[in-house]
């Protein structure tokens, strides 16, 4: 069956550039959800939407961070003016349920690996 | 300050053995625990949760534990396989905190034939 997928698996950018990321959640999850994983650390926390209301920003560490679902499906990350210190793999999980996604299972993308050079 | 904490960074253990990973919170709003396994190159995937009102849960070859006065619980992978070799990533989340998990750094596992 088909999981959840993201494009690119790999982006290299020059500091200053621009990015986005795109994830494709499992058909009918309500609940999405981007992490941020540095090298040899956890998946840490960025966004949640749920359909396509994102319900919860606090974990984006800067305006430069911005992300969509206009239509509750796939959604974008997008990065603006890129520093070195954004480069992480980048992680998206979805789950089924509205407002249960701290229960619910969550189902992880393989992720975008971002250089910034 | 890690909510959530996985002190051993590596563990390797010989094929057929107990493989026990440990994890820590400080958070006591958390009352929901998972345990996820990350392959290189891959997503993490799910392997087992555990509610607060629960002090075991077990599935096949793994079994959590939850001591929740000491905010401590533990992965046993009895017997461990070398394709349980991979990282596991301890979780936590908590009903009105939002609807995220909070992950701890991982810890590496080995198993050795």
């Known amino acids: 069956g088909a999981g959840v997928s993201q494009s690119p698996r790999y982006k290299v950018a020059k500091r200053g550039q621009d990015v986005a990321l795109r994830c494709d959640p499992i058909?009918?999850?309500?609940?999405l959800f981007w992490y941020q994983q540095a090298l040899g650390q956890g998946p840490e926390f960025l966004t949640y939407?749920?359909?396509?209301?994102?319900?919860?920003k606090s974990g984006l560490p800067s305006d430069r961070f911005f992300a969509e679902r206009p239509e509750g499906s796939v959604s974008t990350l997008k990065i603006q003016r890129t520093q070195q210190e954004d480069s992480a793999v980048y992680l998206c999980?979805?789950?089924?349920?509205?407002?249960?996604?701290?229960?619910?299972?969550?189902?992880f993308g393989p992720g975008t690996r971002l250089t910034v050079l | 300050d890690q909510q959530v904490k996985q002190n051993s960074p590596s563990l390797s253990v010989q094929e057929g053995r107990i493989s026990i990973l440990n994890c820590d919170y400080t958070n006591s709003m958390f009352d929901y625990f998972l345990w996820y396994k990350k392959y290189p190159a891959e997503g993490p995937t799910f392997l087992i949760s555990?509610?607060?009102?629960?002090d075991k849960n077990e599935d096949g070859r793994f079994t959590v534990f939850l001591n929740k006065s000491a905010k401590h619980l533990s992965l046993h992978i009895v017997p461990s396989q070398p394709g349980d070799s991979a990282v596991y990533f301890c979780?936590?989340?908590?009903?009105?905190?939002?609807?995220?998990?909070?992950f701890g750094p991982g810890t590496r596992l080995s198993v050795l034939p």
């Open positions: 939407f749920q359909n396509e209301a994102q319900l919860d």
């Open positions: 999980a979805s789950s089924l349920r509205a407002g249960l996604g701290s229960r619910d299972t969550q189902y």
């Open positions: 058909s009918g999850h309500v609940s």
């Open positions: 555990i509610s607060s009102i629960k």
């Open positions: 979780a936590a989340s908590a009903r009105n905190y939002g609807q995220n998990f909070v």
